[in-house]
């Protein structure tokens, strides 16, 4: 019988439970993610933005960031609920069973309300969160020009500031489905190869 999601909150259930994982693993995954998938919607009409992110622990806020106007942010400032999902992907995973193929994945969904970012000083702030995120090897003022006050008042900041997490991982990165059938596979090359050489021996009249 199928579950009834009515006035549920968007983390009360998950399929496989035994796939959660803790606030630690959530924290450290946020942290290392490169792109996460925006969803916000605006008259009725959903949008799935791609973004990359600075997830900032210390306040359990997450930054991202756009030009000063256009769709996403005044998505934003109309409907300020949003749902962050970033996820990882493994490998394709093969089955004997066309319902078993399956692919592994980690990830983790993000459900908050966004705020425009006013104040300059935190606008530097997670700009420059980013900036050490994806790029840590460079050091302002050494390798690049740092950003100037004309940039950061023509560049829009989002903080997303977190009301739950929930975690959804579709197969152990070390689950062995897929070494199964590359065996079957195996086993059935080599009882074919073995046919073939009955069939070639017989027809050449030869003991087999």
Known sequence: MARNYANAAP??????????????????????????????????????TPTNFWFDEARRVIYFHSNLAGRLRDNLENAPRVCLEVSEMGRFLPSNVALEFSTQYRSVMVFGRVEIVRAQEEKRRALDGLLTKYFPQLEA????????EQELARTSVYALMIVARKTGRSRPFNRRSGNRWLENQKRRSKDRRFCNATFMSRSTGKAT
Do not use: K, M, N
């Open 11 to 48: 983390t009360q259930f998950q399929r496989l439970p035994e796939y959660a994982r803790d606030d630690a693993w959530i924290r450290a995954f946020l942290r290392r993610a490169e792109i996460g998938h925006l969803g916000q919607t605006r008259d009725e009409q959903p949008f799935v």
């Open 141 to 148: 003022s050494v390798d690049y020009r740092p950003i100037t």
